[in-house]
């Protein structure tokens, strides 16, 4: 039993995408129906993953690859944390996908590879050791590429080969950084508190290069600055890809790859001891304000969220960097957070998009009335991500905030402080014009959005509320997120 | 008659009857080529349980007599020979067949076991020989005139790599008065010795296209047939690099200069084949140009194996062979198929075209990712091996060099695959997908197989460990 679970939660995608790719385009109802039966399944499982996860049952599947080689696929605390965000998201991104590729082509290639996407990130979550890591993360890279491209222009093809020239350059950094730590510890399995033994003091100067090749190589994804640059040009990808790149899986694949690194591989207190957390927190805070001050001149409302993510993604490494267990619960529930914020605005944009033509900050004006459901999801989206209480993102921001007073370092005050009112200053001109501008003149009613578009930004505004209000609940992602930290800094 | 004397003389019989019998040349070869893999299934599985396998043909033993093995490493070459065979073969049989494919890869399927079973340089010899001329005529089965100006080429670098290697056999008999293995060793110890053994090496090298002497390469395998090319490119050149291994791996390469030129232009192979790769125009001259690149990771994979028995080095420069074999003969049968549907095969034409992207190109795909050396495929696993090795040793100057050739093979094959992504404006709405055809069974298997291969590496590498003869 305890070795089938995490392989049926993988196969409800790894299994599904070769089917559904296989599949003719016109098949619609059947690749609908067989790609939402497998999303649903998912949840299922990984609720029942959960369930027994946190009555402390242990699941392990491994599968011997070569001498010292293992795939170990396991779940722990921080596998589920993952695990439920992008099962849940993936459920309700599929829908809306469904409903806004109606009539669109290639669409058994895009669910094909969105299955893929998916699996891949189950994958990261599940891995029980780096080498089984790096096989989803790379896994990961290969299937987002031609989701970036899908809609074929010329602008989407060279987004594409930026992206793929990014992630596969810290793929490279990230397989030889894994390939030199085996090769000084033998296999590295993620354990709480670190698995490097002795290695810290007899080998101090190969385990920093090997930290900043790890870190650089998921810090691709994670988008931290200077390795950002591909996330704002993959935009041109249709809206369910951005929300799902941005929301679940590349740059959340990243930041719980740097989670498992300092977390699981090097400790905490090794982390602190070699020097390496401050320099990190540095990258961190540079990237949080960097990414913000790039937002705010963004016209396109794309382009304008995904700096925003830039920014946003980093409080997760700002919280595992800054050493220190509630600075810790902070950042793991923003990852949780983050997703459930960022993909409501990304479905909402992409629903203005598609129901008004409307594509720049500019063209917001009337917004509220045009359409007033997709409206107020962005609106709790976008007041979250500024860290309203009792929004998801005050709670993550708080914990951030005490965090630093913890370690120490009441800059961070500052930095959230600076950080919220540049979050502000980019939403909130957005939010005021489609609430208080009136509609322009001459403005053509658009067409009617069916539910696959209306129901799922509307479910992720209610959880942003719900993961905010509810906060102390034990289920919560703050919940969670208390019940790991306690397992590392315990 | 024993296993192994049974899977070297199947094939060549199988030769003499597709010669001799055009109309049932198609049934005889493909059923000769579904024994042999039967064949090497079993003389694997043999292995396996009872270690290296010996026959002395007529019961002489060495020096005298003629001496078969199938070790772990001849064990896996068997295995690459025959599975890259029954796809190359289900293609062919059911695609248009020139007269005389049959024969010439019955030849060339029985020379390569041969190789790989022989004990002894002259055996090797004749086995190389076969294979070389066998070779020439696959290339030059095609009849067109570029075809066979590439296959004359090829004839002549050939020749001069076999006079090479003659010369270097007969002096290493005037040198040690034996022919077998155990020659090799002796030879590290002499200066004539030497001499025989970089005559033998550098025989070898023009054989196995490594750089600088790859220059007949590229035309003959861009011109050939799809089937041709991916016999070629997949196996034939694979039967010099498995020679420089197994030379390597008994002593011979063991001189220092020997290695390090190996090693050295091996490099140059993999950037310079890499360079050319990203220029080419044409799809086939770009993956002719790919094996350039990859012959050259497999060449430093040997050369920078210092004491091979010490490290898993020779075992990384195997598993990117087997690798290199399955994805390459998949990825020149896709290519074929993909020219046959569009008509053409211009890089720059691939996403102009009015056909929605089908199998082959798919299968273009899943075999580039095994030739980048992406997880999970073996050439995964190959290179982890290698870079492993490397670090161990401290050659870390070899490990900067292999991942900027990853970093290039990714360059030049993503130009390809990002073409095959073809959709939205460049694609009208009711344009089709090319239909299903035999060859695209053959090259997605194939391809399936290099991706899948990474996650039953326990397997070849099992086989691998299993002691010398």
Redesign the interface.
Same mark, same amino acid.
């Given at each position: 039993m305890s070795s089938v679970l995490p392989l049926a939660i993988l196969m409800t995608s790894l299994g599904v995408a070769p089917v559904i790719?296989m599949m003719p385009d016109s098949a619609r109802r059947l690749r609908t129906g067989f790609n939402l039966a497998a999303a649903s399944l998912k949840v299922a499982l990984v609720a029942w993953l959960s369930y027994e996860v946190a009555h402390g049952a242990s699941f392990d599947l491994r599968?011997?690859?070569?001498?010292g080689?293992e795939?170990h696929l396991q779940a722990d605390a921080l596998s589920v944390l993952f695990l439920a965000l992008s099962s849940i998201l993936w459920l309700l991104t599929t829908i809306y996908a469904v409903g806004y590729l109606e009539g669109g082509?290639?669409r058994s %290639?895009f669910f094909g590879f969105f299955s893929l996407c998916v699996a891949s990130t189950v994958g990261i979550a599940m891995a029980g050791n780096l080498f089984t890591f790096?096989?989803f993360f790379? $896994?990961l890279t $290969?299937a987002t *590429?031609?989701l970036v491209?899908? %809609?074929?222009?010329s602008e989407?093809?060279r987004a594409?080969?930026i992206y793929?020239?990014y992630t $596969?350059?810290g793929?490279?950094a990230l397989? $030889?950084g894994t390939? *030199?730590l085996?090769?000084l510890a033998g296999e590295v399995a993620f354990e709480p508190r670190g698995v490097l033994g002795e290695l810290p003091q007899t080998a101090p100067l190969a385990l920093t290069a090997i930290f900043v090749l790890l870190i650089a190589g998921v810090g691709v994804k994670a988008a931290l600055v200077p390795l950002h640059g591909w996330l704002p040009l993959s935009m041109v990808a249709p809206a369910p890809v951005s929300a799902l790149l941005h929301a679940v899986a590349v740059v959340k694949a990243g930041a719980f790859g740097i989670m498992r690194i300092v977390y699981d591989v090097y400790g905490v207190e090794t982390v602190q001891a070699m020097g390496l957390a401050a320099p990190l927190a540095g990258l961190a805070a540079l990237t949080i304000l960097w990414g913000s001050f790039r937002a705010l001149t963004q016209d396109d409302l794309k382009k304008r969220l995904a700096y925003s993510t830039v920014s946003q993604v980093s409080y997760i490494t700002l919280g595992v960097a800054l050493i220190s267990p509630v600075a810790a619960i902070g950042g793991l529930a923003h990852l949780v957070h983050q997703g459930i914020m960022k993909i409501t605005l990304f479905l909402a944009a992409g629903n203005f998009a598609e129901g008004e033509g409307v594509k720049t900050v500019r063209a917001m004006d009337g917004m509220g009335q045009r359409m007033p459901g997709a409206m107020l999801a962005f609106t709790v989206g976008a007041l979250g991500m500024i860290g309203i209480p009792p929004l998801a993102g005050f709670v993550s921001k708080w914990y951030l905030g005490a965090g630093g007073l913890d370690a120490g370092q009441p800059m961070v005050i500052a930095l959230l402080a600076g950080s919220s009112l540049l979050n502000a200053a980019y939403f909130l001109p957005i939010l005021y014009r489609g609430w208080f501008c009136p509609v322009p003149e001459g403005a053509t009613p658009g067409r009617r959005l069916g539910w696959m578009l209306a129901i799922p930004p509307a479910t992720t505004a209610t959880l942003v509320l719900a993961a905010g209000l509810l906060a102390s609940a034990p289920f919560s992602p703050l919940g969670w997120t208390r019940f790991i930290v306690s397992l590392e800094y315990l | 008659m024993s296993d192994i004397s049974l899977i070297v003389l199947l094939p060549l019989l199988a030769a003499v009857l597709t010669a001799a019998l055009p109309p049932q040349a198609a049934a005889v070869g493909a059923l000769a080529t579904a024994l042999n893999a039967l064949l090497a299934a079993n003389l694997g599985r043999q292995i396996l349980q009872g270690g290296p396998v010996t026959e002395a043909i007529g019961d002489w033993a060495a020096p005298l007599g003629i001496a078969f093995v199938a070790d772990g490493l001849a064990g896996v070459m068997l295995a690459m020979t025959a599975i890259v065979g029954l796809a190359v073969s289900l293609q062919a049989a059911a695609g248009p067949a020139r007269a005389g494919f049959w024969p010439l890869w019955m030849a060339t399927l029985g020379a390569l076991n041969g190789l790989f079973l022989s004990s002894d340089l002259f055996n090797i010899y004749v086995a190389f020989e076969i294979l070389g001329l066998a070779a020439v005529g696959l290339t030059a089965l095609a009849g067109t005139r570029a075809a066979l100006r590439a296959a004359f080429d090829y004839l002549t670098a050939g020749l001069v790599g076999s006079l090479l290697v003659l010369l270097g056999i007969a002096l290493s008999y005037s040198v040690t008065g034996r022919v077998d293995m155990e020659a090799v060793v002796l030879l590290t110890q002499s200066d004539t010795g030497r001499i025989a053994l970089a005559l033998i090496a550098a025989g070898l090298v023009v054989k196995a296209a490594l750089f600088p002497l790859h220059f007949w390469m590229p035309a003959a395998h861009s011109s050939a047939a799809p089937a041709a090319s991916a016999l070629l490119s997949a196996l034939v050149v694979k039967g010099a690099l498995y020679l420089v291994l197994r030379l390597s791996l008994e002593g011979g390469a063991g001189t220092e200069f020997l290695r390090n030129t190996l090693a050295v232009l091996g490099a140059g192979g993999m950037l310079w084949g890499a360079w050319n790769a990203l220029r080419a125009e044409r799809l086939k001259l770009l993956v002719a140009h790919s094996t350039v690149a990859q012959i050259g990771l497999i060449a430093l994979a040997i050369g920078v194996a210092g004491n091979p028995f010490e490290t898993g080095l020779w075992q990384a420069a195997a598993l990117l062979m087997l690798s290199h074999a399955l994805a390459k003969a998949a990825m020149f049968l896709a290519v074929g198929r993909i020219a046959e549907a569009l008509g053409h095969d211009r890089i720059s034409g691939l996403n102009r075209e009015e056909l929605r992207p089908g199998p082959a190109e798919f299968a273009f795909a899943i075999a580039a990712i095994s030739l980048v050396g992406l997880p999970p495929t073996a050439g995964f696993i190959g290179k982890w091996f290698l870079i492993e090795g490397l670090i161990d040793e401290g050659g870390i100057h070899w490990i900067a060099l292999i991942l900027l050739g990853t970093a290039l093979s990714a360059a030049y094959l993503s130009r390809v695959v990002s073409r095959c992504l073809r959709g939205g404006p460049h694609v009208a709405a009711t344009a089709q997908r090319p239909p299903w055809r035999t060859g695209d069974v053959a090259a997605l298997g194939l391809a399936t197989g290099a991706l899948l291969l990474g996650l039953a590496a326990a397997l070849p590498i099992t086989l691998l460990e299993t002691p010398f003869a």
């Open positions: 790719l599968h011997s690859i070569a001498p080689l795939l082509t290639d %290639r790096l096989v790379e $896994l $290969l *590429w031609p491209v899908h %809609r074929g222009t989407a093809h594409g080969r793929l020239a $596969l350059g793929g490279l397989t $030889l390939i *030199w085996y090769a | -």
